[in-house]
């Protein structure tokens, strides 16, 4: 059973407060980031052989594909696995970034690409084991100043972009969106004025099904629905708008009588449509979002959207994201649940 009345009460809302100041705080992480790696940044030039090409190793690797594969002017790879691919070699360019230093898929992506001559480009915190393991000739490493993903993302893709490989990032738009959420979706604000809680009142009894239309924002959407389940102990899906369309359409006939309190979480077998809107306007995303609308009317199923189209790209990402996150410990709070 979810208690609305939580979601403004102060008292309440004191539960969850660490993860609010942590969430908060993306922004100054984001400026944090990148002070850490302005002196690197200053080094670096545009160089006139391009690298062959690009492999973007560990878990973000498809975070910094979705964002320079469009402009990248050579083939880029995001490898996720351990190692390297077999034809990586010393005219290719591999991009880790590790944001404890410690981790051993990334380590092991690093070791391989010293061993067969590879460029580097490293993000991890100094003095750690992925700072020595990327020490050496032909590795610019760049100091971790947090250890927030998309923060550490915002340095990585400025360094890409001054070596020419990518669509020009810079920090303070993308900490500005950050700061720009935190101010609509703080616990201050009421839930009649509140995204991320007007969200989570949205599906507090139903399955989310999260859907974005472009390349980032179905990126932002995996991880939204990653934390809404997190939060709520309960399924919640992100796909292509071809596959959850018949989530949508299959959805059973609402019980306009049910009983919240002896029904129990009957009422939680229905879906959601949660759309993460970044702007993007491409066939693709209008197809999606159509179809999607289409099969939402069709199966009488509840449509809440999120959007931030202002900024650039990664920021309208980063704004997504934290949105959802916000919605998440809100939803965490209201179910009684740890955020």
């Not at 995996?222 to 071809?242: Q, T, W, Y």
């Not at 449509?303 to 998440?328: H, K, M, S």
């Amino acid at each position: 059973m979810f208690f609305d009345g939580s979601l403004d009460d102060p008292h309440a809302l004191s539960v969850i407060d660490p993860v609010l100041r942590e969430i908060a705080g993306w922004g100054a992480q984001v400026r944090l980031a990148e002070a850490a790696s302005a002196d690197v940044m200053a080094s670096l030039r545009t160089g006139d052989d391009r690298p062959r090409a690009v492999v973007a190793g560990g878990p973000d690797g498809r975070l910094f594909r979705a964002v320079l594969e469009p402009v990248c002017p050579v083939p880029f790879v995001a490898w996720p696995h351990r190692g390297l691919p077999a034809w990586a070699g010393p005219l290719d360019l591999v991009v880790v970034v590790c944001r404890d230093g410690h981790g051993d898929d990334e380590i092991s992506a690093v070791a391989e690409a010293r061993r067969r001559g590879c460029a580097l480009l490293v993000a991890a915190p100094e003095g750690s084991p992925m700072h020595q393991a990327a020490a050496g000739r032909g590795t610019t490493f760049l100091p971790a100043g947090s250890a927030d993903p998309t923060a550490l993302a915002v340095p990585v893709l400025r360094a890409l972009h001054i070596m020419g490989l990518g669509p020009q990032v810079e920090a303070e738009p993308v900490a500005d969106a950050l700061d720009d959420v935190a101010e609509r979706c703080g616990p201050s604000v009421p839930a009649d004025a509140n995204p991320a809680k007007e969200l989570a009142l949205a599906i507090a009894d139903d399955v989310p099904v999260v859907w974005g239309g472009s390349v980032l924002a179905a990126r932002a959407a995996r991880r939204v629905a990653e934390a809404l389940r997190s939060a709520s102990g309960r399924p919640a899906v992100s796909g292509e708008a071809d596959q959850l369309a018949p989530i949508l359409e299959g959805a059973p006939e609402p019980d306009l009588f049910a009983d919240p309190f002896e029904d129990g979480g009957s009422a939680s077998s229905r879906p959601a449509l949660v759309i993460l809107d970044d702007g993007a306007d491409t066939p693709a995303a209008v197809a999606g979002r159509a179809r999607l609308d289409a099969a939402a009317e069709s199966g009488s199923v509840r449509v809440q959207e999120v959007r931030a189209v202002e900024g650039p790209d990664i920021g309208r990402f980063a704004a997504l994201l934290a949105t959802g996150r916000y919605a998440a410990a809100y939803l965490a709070l209201g179910l009684g649940r740890p955020a």
